[in-house]
Nanobody
Framework: QVQLVESGGGLVQAGGSLRLSCAASGRTFRSYAMGWFRQAPGKEREFVASINWSGSFTDYTDSVKGRFTISRDNTKNTVYLQMNSLKPEDTAAYYC????????????????WGQGTQVTVSS
């Protein structure tokens, strides 16, 4: 069992930056690949980025490549999402999730989810 708690969301102007954190409970954190998803009002939850257990492999959806960076610190049981050059279309609730499958982009591959943190980018 893994419990996930996101933090770091907020209101930022376009072009600004935010860093999201996701703290995980349990001693098996390093067994899991981690992902970030987002859901805008009226839209489906979509994949944003993922990282494997060691941090040696990362994957990003095209719309955030070059702007977002996913990382993890297994000594702190935490995964991060650094978001730079934010755009109004990045506005969404952001969720972290844990999966036993590395490189997964589908929601169904992730067994554990956090409650989400809101990111709002103003133009």
């Amino acid at each position: 069992q893994v419990q996930l708690v996101e933090s770091g969301g907020g209101l930022v102007q376009a072009g600004g930056s935010l860093r999201l954190s996701c703290a995980a409970s349990g001693r098996t954190f390093r067994s899991y690949a981690m992902g970030w998803f987002r859901q805008a009002p009226g839209k489906e939850r979509e994949f944003v980025a993922s990282i494997n257990w060691s941090g040696s492999f990362t994957d990003y959806t095209d719309s955030v490549k070059g702007r977002f960076t996913i990382s993890r610190d297994n000594t702190k049981n935490t995964v991060y999402l650094q978001m730079n050059s934010l755009k109004p279309e990045d506005t969404a609730a952001y969720y972290c999730a844990a999966s036993l499958t590395s490189g997964a982009r589908s929601r169904s591959s992730y067994a554990y989810w956090g409650q989400g943190t809101q990111v709002t980018v103003s133009s």
